[in-house]
């Protein structure tokens, strides 16, 4: 918990200390661009025989990739991830997802996410790996603050979810990372 504490008070530092510094560099979208991110997550997973399992935080991540349409729409690819080891299991969830982007005010930073692709959960505590994958989800919240010429830092909020044979897994995401356009 004491994570997830650090990172949403860095985020907020941040969010703070850059506005002043987005507000004197406009917001331009156009051509290739690419971010890179991490921060904390909550894995939830649901299955027959598991409800009582409770939601557990890790380290997460993202990867995302792509072109401008336009000043306002993006296309591109995004995996994320989370991880966590604890008393030597080590559980994962990643997901890859083609992906849209929405900024609302393409003069702002503020943007929206949705995208769909596949996703895999995977257990392994040293003697056994098992895995499993389906259809992968990822929607999204963030802005980027853009620092200078075309680098942004760019908190987001991030859900994404995995449905498999058995059942279904999940993260909510917050993150930190850094955005060229």
């Known amino acids: 918990m004491r994570i997830s504490r650090f990172v949403g008070a860095l985020t907020a530092f ?14 331009t979208r156009d051509g290739f661009w690419i971010g890179v ?12 025989g598991c409800e009582d399992l409770g939601r557990t935080g890790g380290l997460s991540g993202y990867v995302k990739v792509g072109a401008a349409l336009s000043p306002s729409l993006l296309v591109g690819a995004e ?22 982007y929405f900024y609302p005010k393409p003069e702002e930073g503020l943007f929206v996410k949705g995208g769909v692709g596949y996703s ?17 989800l990822v929607l999204g919240a963030g802005y980027d603050f853009r620092l200078a010429g075309n680098t942004s830092l760019t908190p987001v ?4 979810r995995g449905q498999f044979d058995g059942g279904s897994a999940d993260v909510f995401q917050v993150g930190l990372g850094v955005t060229f356009h």
């Open 79 to 100: 995996t994320n991830g989370w991880y966590k080891n604890e008393d030597g299991v080590t559980g994962t969830l990643g997901n890859a997802s083609a992906a849209l």
């Open 37 to 48: 991110g991490m921060g904390y997550g909550t894995l939830g997973v649901g299955c027959e």
């Open 157 to 160: 909020l991030n859900y994404f």
């Open 120 to 136: 895999r959960l995977g257990l392994d505590d040293g003697l056994t790996n098992d895995s499993d994958g389906g259809l992968g």
């Open 14 to 27: 941040v969010v703070l200390a850059a506005a002043p510094a987005a507000a004197q560099t406009p917001q």
